[in-house]
């Protein structure tokens, strides 16, 4: 079992893993660096339970483990466990999720 795998984040934030921007085009053509852009993409690893609001309501994160989410371009809590690398993003920071 991986690092990245033994850490649950704490009330609703989520452990993503950033997703490699694509360098190479179908035709077989590798992408100078200049033109990939930043990994914006991630898989979600590890989710917190969610949250209790004020007035004592649970909150659930509304993401699962394994969804694929849009992410902001700067934002969230850099880890390098066991030379893996991975973010935690507050659950409203994340800006959308792939439909399965």
């Known amino acids: 079992m991986s690092g ?4 649950i984040p704490l009330a609703d934030r989520v452990l993503i893993k ?6 190479k085009t ?3 053509i590798l992408l100078p660096d200049s033109n990939v852009s930043k990994a914006n993409e991630g898989e979600v690893i ?11 309501t649970k909150i659930a994160v509304t993401l699962e483990v394994g969804d694929k989410v849009v992410l902001p371009e700067y934002g969230g809590l850099s880890l390098k466990i066991e ?7 507050r659950c ?3 800006l959308a999720k792939y439909v399965k």
């Not at 950033?18 to 360098?23: A, C, E, G, M, N």
């Open 83 to 89: 030379d893996e690398e991975a973010f935690i993003f």
């Open 18 to 23: 950033r997703i490699k921007p694509v360098t």
């Open 4 to 7: 990245l795998r033994k850490l």
């Open 26 to 28: 179908a035709g077989g």
């Open 92 to 94: 409203d920071e994340i």
């Open 46 to 56: 590890a989710v917190g339970p969610g949250y209790t609001s004020r007035d004592g």
